[in-house]
C-alpha cells in the first residue's frame, strides 16, 4: 500500500514508534497473555488506531472485530482480513479446555457473521474462507510470495548442496515437528535446518529425546534474507502438518516460499494441497502421521538430486505465473480504491 503512494500505519506489538520502509509503526505494549491481548491490547489498539488520522481501517485477529465495529460505527471504512477459518480452529486447541471450545467457537462464528453483515468488506487468505462469507465485497487476496524475494544472484547448484530440508516458520506439534524428527532419524544421511521458534517453548527439550535430533540444525528467527540463504543450502522444503480441521484446505505461505525458491515441497496429502503439487509436479506427498512415509520422502528428495531439482524448477515456474503476489496485489489495491472512490 505504501508504494502505491497511501500513507500507511501499522498499529502492531513493537518495542517504539519508527518509520519503516515508509509505513509508520505505532507500537502496542507486548500483551501479558491471551487474555490480557483480548481485553487491554484490544482497547490500546482502538486508542491508537484512532491516533492514526486514517480514512480505512484493515484489521487481521479476530479479537480486534469488536474495535472494528467501533470504527464502522464512527463513519470509518474498515475491512477484515481473515487469514484462517478461526471457529474451526478453536476445537482444535490443546490450550482450551474441551468444555470450552465449542461454546467459544460458536462466539466467535457469531461475532465474524456481525463483521461480516456490517463492516465495508472481507479480505481472505484462501477459497474456502472466501465462500464462507456473504459479504458482497469480499475479496480473495491469496498469501503468496513476492516472485524472486527468496531467490539468491549466486545459488548454489543442487548437485552441491547440502542432503537437507528446511522448514521455516512456527514449530509446534500439529506442524509435524515429532513426526519430522522422527523420520530423519530413519535417514541418517539426511538433516533438516529449522528457521523458526518453537511454540511451546518445552517442545525443542522434548525433541531433543528422539532419535534424529542430531541431525536437526536450529537457526532460530531470520529476516527474508536469512530465510533466502537457509533455503539455498537446502533441496527440499518441509510443511507437513497434521490433518486438522483448519489445516486441510489451508494454504501455508511456506508451501509457495519452497516453491518460488526452486525447492520441491514435502507436503502433506490434504486434497487442496493435492490439487496444487501434484497439478504442478513440484513435490512428494505423504501422510503427516505416517513416519516411515515420511522417512521415504526424505530418502528420495536428498538422494535423487536431479529429480529433485527439476520438480523445484517445475514449482518456481508455477509461481512465475500464478501463486505470486504482484497477482493479489493486484486485487487489493483495486478493493482499496473501490473503497474509497
Not at 9 to 23: A, C, F, I, K, Y
Not at 142 to 157: D, K, R, T, Y
Given at each position: 500500500m505504501?508504494?502505491?503512494?497511501?500513507?500507511?500505519?501499522?498499529?502492531?506489538?513493537?518495542?517504539?514508534?519508527e518509520?519503516?520502509?515508509?509505513?509508520?509503526?505505532?507500537?502496542?505494549?507486548?500483551?501479558?497473555?491471551?487474555?490480557?491481548r483480548w481485553?487491554?491490547?484490544r482497547?490500546?489498539?482502538?486508542?491508537?488506531?484512532?491516533?492514526?488520522?486514517?480514512?480505512?481501517?484493515?484489521?487481521?485477529?479476530?479479537?480486534?472485530i469488536?474495535?472494528?465495529?467501533?470504527?464502522?460505527?464512527?463513519?470509518?471504512?474498515?475491512?477484515?482480513?481473515?487469514?484462517?477459518?478461526?471457529?474451526?480452529?478453536?476445537?482444535?486447541?490443546?490450550?482450551?479446555h474441551?468444555?470450552?471450545?465449542?461454546?467459544?467457537?460458536?462466539?466467535?462464528e457469531?461475532?465474524?457473521?456481525?463483521?461480516?453483515?456490517?463492516?465495508?468488506?472481507?479480505v481472505?487468505?484462501?477459497?474456502?474462507?472466501?465462500?464462507?462469507?456473504?459479504?458482497?465485497?469480499?475479496?480473495?487476496?491469496?498469501?503468496?510470495?513476492?516472485?524472486?524475494?527468496?531467490?539468491?544472484?549466486?545459488?548454489?547448484?543442487?548437485?552441491?548442496?547440502?542432503?537437507?530440508l528446511?522448514?521455516?516458520?512456527?514449530?509446534?506439534?500439529?506442524?509435524?515437528?515429532?513426526?519430522?524428527?522422527?523420520a530423519?532419524?530413519?535417514?541418517?544421511?539426511?538433516?533438516l535446518?529449522?528457521v523458526?521458534?518453537f511454540?511451546?517453548?518445552?517442545?525443542?527439550?522434548?525433541?531433543a529425546?528422539?532419535?534424529?535430533?542430531?541431525?536437526?540444525?536450529l537457526?532460530?528467527?531470520k529476516?527474508?534474507?536469512?530465510?533466502?540463504?537457509?533455503?539455498?543450502?537446502?533441496?527440499?522444503?518441509?510443511?507437513?502438518?497434521?490433518?486438522?480441521?483448519?489445516?486441510i484446505?489451508?494454504?501455508?505461505?511456506?508451501?509457495?516460499?519452497?516453491?518460488?525458491?526452486?525447492?520441491?515441497v514435502?507436503?502433506?496429502?490434504?486434497?487442496?494441497?493435492?490439487?496444487?503439487?501434484?497439478?504442478?509436479?513440484?513435490?512428494?506427498?505423504?501422510?503427516?502421521?505416517?513416519?516411515?512415509?515420511?522417512?521415504?520422502?526424505i530418502?528420495?528428495?536428498?538422494?535423487?538430486?536431479?529429480?529433485?531439482?527439476?520438480?523445484?524448477?517445475?514449482?518456481?515456474a508455477?509461481v512465475?505465473v500464478?501463486?505470486?503476489?504482484?497477482?493479489?496485489?493486484?486485487?487489493?489495491?483495486?478493493?482499496?480504491?473501490?473503497?474509497?472512490?
Amino acid at each position: 500500500m505504501a508504494r502505491a503512494d497511501y500513507d500507511v500505519s501499522l498499529v502492531v506489538v513493537h518495542d517504539r514508534n519508527e518509520t519503516v520502509d515508509g509505513v509508520r509503526i505505532l507500537s502496542l505494549p507486548r500483551p501479558q497473555g491471551r487474555l490480557d491481548r483480548w481485553r487491554t491490547t484490544r482497547n490500546q489498539c482502538m486508542a491508537r488506531a484512532l491516533e492514526s488520522g486514517a480514512e480505512l481501517f484493515h484489521f487481521h485477529d479476530p479479537e480486534l472485530i469488536p474495535v472494528g465495529l467501533n470504527l464502522k460505527k464512527r463513519g470509518f471504512k474498515v475491512v477484515y482480513d481473515v487469514h484462517e477459518s478461526h471457529a474451526e480452529s478453536i476445537l482444535d486447541r490443546t490450550y482450551l479446555h474441551p468444555l470450552l471450545r465449542m461454546p467459544i467457537s460458536w462466539l466467535l462464528e457469531r461475532s465474524e457473521r456481525r463483521a461480516d453483515l456490517r463492516l465495508d468488506a472481507i479480505v481472505a487468505a484462501t477459497p474456502k474462507i472466501a465462500r464462507s462469507f456473504k459479504n458482497p465485497r469480499t475479496a480473495l487476496v491469496q498469501n503468496f510470495p513476492m516472485e524472486g524475494e527468496l531467490a539468491l544472484s549466486s545459488s548454489v547448484s543442487f548437485s552441491d548442496r547440502e542432503p537437507a530440508l528446511v522448514y521455516v516458520g512456527g514449530v509446534s506439534g500439529v506442524r509435524g515437528a515429532r513426526e519430522i524428527v522422527l523420520a530423519l532419524g530413519q535417514v541418517p544421511e539426511a538433516r533438516l535446518i529449522v528457521v523458526g521458534e518453537f511454540s511451546p517453548k518445552s517442545l525443542e527439550s522434548e525433541l531433543a529425546l528422539l532419535p534424529g535430533w542430531s541431525q536437526v540444525e536450529l537457526l532460530g528467527w531470520k529476516d527474508r534474507s536469512g530465510v533466502a540463504v537457509a533455503m539455498s543450502r537446502c533441496v527440499g522444503g518441509v510443511v507437513l502438518f497434521h490433518p486438522l480441521r483448519n489445516h486441510i484446505e489451508s494454504q501455508p505461505n511456506k508451501l509457495f516460499e519452497y516453491m518460488s525458491a526452486g525447492l520441491p515441497v514435502l507436503a502433506s496429502d490434504f486434497p487442496h494441497w493435492r490439487e496444487i503439487v501434484a497439478t504442478e509436479d513440484c513435490g512428494l506427498l505423504v501422510d503427516p502421521l505416517d513416519v516411515d512415509a515420511i522417512a521415504g520422502a526424505i530418502r528420495a528428495i536428498v538422494g535423487d538430486r536431479k529429480s529433485s531439482e527439476a520438480m523445484g524448477t517445475r514449482g518456481r515456474a508455477a509461481v512465475r505465473v500464478k501463486y505470486n503476489w504482484s497477482i493479489q496485489e493486484t486485487v487489493l489495491l483495486d478493493l482499496y480504491k473501490s473503497l474509497l472512490a
